[in-house]
C-alpha cells in the first residue's frame, strides 16, 4: 500500500519556538494532504485540508497563522507550529490523498509525530 | 458538534468470538465511511470503506454495515483475534466536501486470549 512519512517522529521545543512537521507521499502524488491533531484518548480533529500549490483551508477554531501550512509539491506538505506554547503538545497526524481524484480516494496517513512544548 | 459519534469508549471480547463495534453520525449528507484501525502513538490504518450505495461490504474477517435510514455502522470481526486489540475510528466523508474526514471518538477493542 501507499506510504506516508513524517519527520520528526517526535520533537521537544522551549515555549515560544517553531517547529516544522513534514509530512510525504513516498510512492504516490498527492494533490490533497489533511493535518490532523490528537489529544489524549480523544478523536483525531482535521486542523486542515492542504492542496499542492494552493493556500490551506483551515477547520473553525484553527488559527491559520499559528499553524502555518505549505505544500509546494505533489509529495510534501509542511506544518510550522509558530510561537509553541504548552497547550500546542499533541499528537500530529497527516494523511495524503492519491493522485487519481475522486473525493472518495482512501486516504494513507503517517505515523504521526508527537510535540511537547515546555 | 459532534457529527461521527462511537457511544462505546471500551469492548472486550474473547479470543474466537464475534466483535461488534458501533457508529452513529447525523450530517445526512455523509456518503461515504471508513474504519482505521490504530495503535498509540502511531497513524491510523485503513481497514475498510462503505460506500452509501451499499448496506454491507465484506473483507475477511472484517464485515461493515451500514443503515442510512438509522444513520447507523457498525463493524464485525469475527473471528477476534489479540492481534485485533486497538483503537478504532469510524470515519465519514461527503463528496461534495474536499473528501475530508470527520472521526469519530474511537472504541479500544480488547480481545483477551
Known amino acids: 500500500g501507499a506510504v506516508v512519512s513524517q519527520h520528526p517522529s517526535w520533537v521537544i521545543c522551549k515555549s515560544g519556538t517553531s517547529v516544522k512537521i513534514e509530512c510525504r507521499s513516498l510512492?504516490?502524488?498527492?494533490?490533497?494532504m489533511f493535518w490532523y491533531r490528537q489529544f489524549p484518548k480523544q478523536s483525531l480533529m482535521l486542523m486542515a485540508t492542504?492542496?499542492?500549490?494552493?493556500?490551506?483551508?483551515?477547520e473553525q477554531g484553527v488559527e491559520k497563522d499559528k499553524f502555518l501550512i505549505n505544500h509546494a509539491s505533489l509529495t510534501l506538505s509542511t506544518l510550522t507550529v509558530t510561537s509553541a506554547h504548552p497547550e500546542d503538545s499533541s499528537f500530529y497526524i497527516c494523511?495524503?490523498?492519491?493522485?487519481?481524484?475522486?473525493?472518495?480516494?482512501?486516504?494513507?496517513f503517517g505515523p504521526g509525530t508527537r510535540l511537547t512544548v515546555l | 458538534d459532534q457529527q461521527v459519534k462511537q457511544n462505546s469508549p471500551s469492548l472486550s471480547v474473547q479470543e474466537g468470538r464475534i466483535s461488534i463495534l458501533n457508529c452513529d453520525y447525523t450530517n445526512s449528507m455523509f456518503d461515504y465511511f471508513l474504519w482505521y484501525k490504530k495503535y498509540p502513538a502511531e497513524g491510523p490504518t485503513f481497514l475498510i470503506s462503505?460506500?452509501?450505495?451499499?448496506d454491507k461490504n465484506e473483507d475477511g474477517r472484517f464485515t461493515v454495515f451500514l443503515n442510512k435510514s438509522a444513520k447507523h455502522l457498525s463493524l464485525h470481526i469475527v473471528p477476534s483475534q489479540p492481534g485485533d486489540s486497538a483503537v478504532y475510528f469510524c470515519a465519514a466523508s461527503d463528496s461534495s466536501n474536499t473528501g475530508k474526514l470527520i472521526f469519530g471518538q474511537g472504541t479500544t477493542l480488547q480481545v483477551k486470549p
Open positions: 510512492d504516490f502524488q498527492a494533490t490533497t
Open positions: 462503505i460506500s452509501s450505495i451499499k
Open positions: 492542504s492542496n499542492e500549490g494552493s493556500k490551506a483551508t483551515y
Open positions: 494523511s495524503a490523498r492519491d493522485y487519481t481524484g475522486g473525493a472518495h480516494n482512501e486516504q494513507f
